[in-house]
């Protein structure tokens, strides 16, 4: 319906699957500076993290009701082509919106910077021009609007300081397997909010954000201390290892960690189903999962094995030698994409254990192999996530980018 030409989606009365499509839909077909208004009988603020990740940072979120029993939020697209006129202290310049902070008074710096950082569309910018470095408008801006923008000394004093910072292009965004590839001190990070770097590694960060409700700019942040946080594991060092090495590791470290272990859980999964099975119900489930990923991944790091690293090795070789590379079968990335469906499988079947076993919560009657078995399960997990991460995020797609260059060659 139509209220004073605003658009009011009552989102219980329609059905549930159509429920976000009709927002987006009709946030879409809102002309710039136009809004609409969500009525809901929750507060639907995981659509908000949503709207932002899929359409960036272009409207306003502004609640009108905030229940008990309803939320109304008014939608606003930002009237973006207007914003910067009339700012004092900013000229359009080289393409770009030049800020001269000294002619700004003093309260309305900083709050003049992030106007008009929010009306820049993406692979836009503007210049800070200063009279001495505005660092501490980095971490505001890093802290406040998250990883999202670049920040390029144009001019660095002594007398003056121009600075360009331009809005992401939001297609370039790291994925989070590469973000934990290159600092896997920032895997923590992920892990501390449920976010899958391995098997799901291939989307970004407001992507992953927006589907579990998560505020993103929270992540970013932290994500931005992880650098300068402790953390024993070999921080950058996988990343920087020869391809025929990382292969040969994963063999020697975490093939042999899931060959000695994998019976071993399958052994305690089925004593512990057998005694406390009928008290605890999840545990037949849990066997049940612990049987498919030794049957599984079984199969598959003998495949790898056989197949996939010692193509890796004669790829490495070739690009040594600088020889041609031998063509007897399937490129290397068709045969990665099967491997990296099944790792999703693995990774899957793993979800569900942490989840049947309430994220390996022990209960009061838990004998010691039962206490010994979940502290097994969530030791294997972490062993999976980095092994598996290994492959997705480094050994793979280092590889397979060797192979398109030499068949380029």
Not at 248 to 265: F, G, Q, S, V, W
Not at 340 to 360: C, L, P, Q, T, W
């Amino acid at each position: 319906m139509q209220v004073a030409q605003e658009t009011v989606i009552n989102v219980p009365e329609i059905e549930p699957r159509l429920k976000h499509a009709t927002i987006f839909q009709s946030f879409d077909n809102l002309e710039e500076g136009e809004s609409l208004v969500i009525h809901n009988d929750h507060d639907p603020k995981p659509l908000y993290y949503q709207l932002l990740a899929q359409r960036g940072d272009i409207f306003t979120w502004q609640y009108l009701q905030q229940g008990p029993q309803w939320w109304d939020i008014r939608v606003t697209k930002k009237d973006l082509s207007a914003a910067p006129k009339g700012i004092p202290g900013t000229e359009q310049r080289d393409g770009s919106i030049w800020i001269n902070i000294p002619k700004i008074e003093p309260r309305l710096k900083h709050p003049t910077i992030f106007q008009v950082f929010d009306s820049l569309k993406p692979g836009e910018s503007l210049v800070i021009h200063n009279d001495h470095d505005p660092k501490p408008v980095y971490y505001q801006l890093q802290g406040e609007r998250g990883d999202v923008f670049t920040w390029q000394y144009l001019q660095q004093g002594p007398q003056w300081f121009d600075i360009k910072v331009t809005r992401k292009e939001q297609g370039n965004s790291e994925t989070v397997g590469q973000i934990a590839a290159k600092d896997l001190r920032k895997a923590e990070v992920f892990k501390k909010y449920g976010i899958d770097f391995c098997c799901g590694g291939k989307k970004t960060v407001k992507e992953v954000c927006a589907e579990k409700g998560i505020d993103a700019t929270v992540v970013e942040q932290e994500l931005a201390n992880a650098n300068s946080g402790s953390f024993t594991a070999n921080n950058n060092k996988y990343n920087e290892w020869n391809l025929d090495f990382l292969a040969d590791y994963i063999i020697n470290t975490h093939h042999a960690y899931a060959r000695k272990y994998l019976p071993e859980m399958q052994g305690f999964a089925l004593k512990v189903a057998r005694v406390h099975g009928s008290r605890h119900p999840e545990l037949l489930a849990i066997l049940h999962y612990v049987e498919e990923v030794k049957e599984e991944l079984m199969e598959h790091i003998e495949k790898e094995e056989r197949l996939v690293f010692p193509a890796i090795k004669r790829i490495v070789r070739a690009k040594a030698e600088g020889t041609p590379l031998q063509k007897d079968g399937p490129s290397l990335s068709e045969t990665i994409e099967t491997m990296e469906r099944e790792h999703d499988d693995v990774g899957r079947a793993f979800d569900s254990i942490r989840d049947e076993s309430k994220n390996y919560a022990i209960p009061e009657d838990a004998c010691t192999s039962y206490k010994l078995f979940f502290q097994m399960l969530q030791e294997f997990e972490n062993d999976l996530h980095l092994h598996i991460h290994l492959e997705n995020n480094i050994l793979f797609p280092k590889t397979v980018a060797v192979e398109k260059e030499l068949a380029a060659a």
